[in-house]
């Protein structure tokens, strides 16, 4: 019966603990940094948002200038003039394409002009993707300095689409016509 009590004492604290403790994305030491940090969260929510509903205007004018956005596939790494023009006739939709952050870790440097993040992203189309970047404080506000988006693949399957892939990447690869 002790025993009872203590287990039931023991999960109630434990739940407590869970639903108490700060979000995953928390993670700046002064209370000025975590303002910055929801700050950040609700900036990067947006810029999703703004592509499930074609906010072409919001979406591109998150990125910085100099933005590089690194896709799915290894051949995407676009300058920010040349992903809006990839990316171009997507916008001309309802919606572009649908992200949405399940989880999401934020990080500040000691100035807090410049923040780093990764995320686990629901996908429409695909299944949980990742997304990871890097965001300065610019004049005009927060912006997207590099982001990268990638496909996650359990580990157990990888030797199941391991030949899928190098399938694929001897078709397309540049590489393939030297005799790689």
Not at 37 to 59: G, P, S, V
């Amino acid at each position: 019966m002790v025993y009872c009590e203590f287990m039931r004492y023991t999960y109630a604290t434990l739940l407590l603990l869970c639903v108490c403790s700060p979000a995953p994305s928390v993670h700046a030491q002064t209370p000025a940094g975590q303002g910055v940090i929801k700050e950040l969260d609700t900036f990067l929510t947006a810029w999703h948002r703004a592509a499930a509903e074609a906010d072409e205007e919001l979406y591109f004018g998150s990125l910085a200038p100099d933005a590089v956005f690194l896709g799915t596939d290894s051949t995407e790494r676009w300058v920010k003039p040349e992903f809006e023009n990839w990316a171009m006739p997507y916008f001309q939709r309802p919606s572009a394409w649908v992200f949405y952050a399940e989880s999401r870790h934020i990080f500040l440097s000691d100035d807090g002009n410049t923040a780093w993040f990764d995320e686990l992203l629901h996908s429409e189309s695909y299944w949980t993707c990742r997304g990871s970047g890097v965001l300065t404080r610019m004049a005009q506000g927060w912006k997207i300095r590099q982001y990268n988006l990638a496909f996650t693949i359990p580990n157990e399957v990888t030797n199941e689409i391991k030949p899928i892939v190098e399938k694929a990447l001897d078709k397309t690869s540049p590489l393939s016509e030297n005799g790689r």
